[in-house]
């Protein structure tokens, strides 16, 4: 009964009505006297934050802040993909066939998550990640790859939380959320960096529309509030680091395993 009632008020959470007075509210000035509240909380470390904290002029403005430099190094290794964000491996593996499979107990299917895109038969037997921010994490979003825009898609959808019940027990809420997917052709293929909304968060913003090339690393975009990156590489182009497992914690910068061409590893 009880799961049935959580699963209720998580359904009616989901609604853009709520999250958009939630984020209005973080936005708001008021919101930057819940700062020190929000560190002591989630036990954030305020001194990698590249202002003081009294600069900061609302919630959301904190939380979306950026780091000092040389507080997250960029692994330099030959053929790097790193990870985009600070957050923690909730599903990784070969995708099987457009299956992404066993994701807190949920299997995916590339066509839902990218939206039938035309370029997901460039996915179906690639490999993927899915990492999770939690607030206490930085909620900058940054170029995995060395590479140029290929496409990018805004796919309007619910505001699901993505914690461990609503992914546990929602139905498929990666794909049903609001993302913002980002296409970047790198050297030896593509990379799908997809970002994923959740409850509370007012948007998925890029960092500078602008923009279409990156060097791995770069700034990328950010979450208002936090939620799930799921990062995808074309088929035969990817080995992962051998020691990575789902549970593990990454941050953003942090080697994830080498790209190469379809034909052969580490050409």
Known sequence: MAKQLLRLMTELSSRKWLSRIMGRFS???????LIPTFIRIYQIPAHEAEKEIHD?????????????????????????????????ITGMGPIHAGSILNVKGQDYTIGDLLANSPRMENYINGYVFVLYLSPTDYHRIHSPVTGKKAESEHLRGKVYPVNDFAMT??????????????????????????????????????TDESVTEWRNGDDLAYFE??????LLTE???????????????VK??????????????NQ
């Open 56 to 88: 900061y002029r609302s919630l959301n403005e904190f939380f979306s802040r950026r780091l000092k430099m040389g507080m997250r190094p960029i692994d330099e290794t030959a053929g790097a993909m790193t990870s985009p964000v600070d957050g923690i």
């Open 169 to 206: 027990n929602i139905r498929t809420v990666l794909s049903r959320n609001e993302r913002l997917i980002t296409y970047i052709a790198h050297e030896h293929g593509e990379v799908a960096v997809v970002k994923v909304g959740a409850m509370n968060v007012s948007s998925i913003r890029y």
């Open 235 to 249: 088929n035969g182009t990817f080995t992962p680091r051998g020691d990575l497992k789902t549970g593990y914690k």
């Open 27 to 33: 936005h708001s000035r008021w919101s930057r006297y």
């Open 225 to 230: 509030f936090g939620s799930t990156v799921v």
């Open 252 to 265: 953003m910068g942090e080697l994830l395993g080498l790209l190469h061409h379809p034909s052969g590893k």
